[in-house]
């Protein structure tokens, strides 16, 4: 009699956390409007190659203080040649997602400070 009311204590114990852990509220994950909230970035506007010697190959940034904001494809076809050779500052507005360890913007405005 002892065995089976143990056995049925685990078992009511063992479904009651199989239960829990599969109701479990998963973390809320950021609304795609507030991933998409346009930022406005101002700094120098370089290649990461020619200029900063980061890079392996010619690409389009901008730095804030000591951090670097990568154009996206489109971005960098755009802009690239204006910068390539010598870099200006410059104000950028545009989307910001994380790529990996890189922080990637999706320009929609960019205008050189003269």
Known sequence: MVRILTAL???LALVGFAGFSATAEEPKKKDSKEAAKEVTLEGK???PKCDLGEADKCATVIKVKDKLYWFD???NKKYHAEICKAAAEGKVVGTVKKDG???VISVTKLE???
């Open 73 to 75: 494809t489109a971005s």
């Open 45 to 47: 506007i370089t290649c």
């Open 9 to 11: 204590v685990f078992g």
């Open 112 to 114: 050189f400070k003269k």
């Open 101 to 103: 360890d890189k922080m």
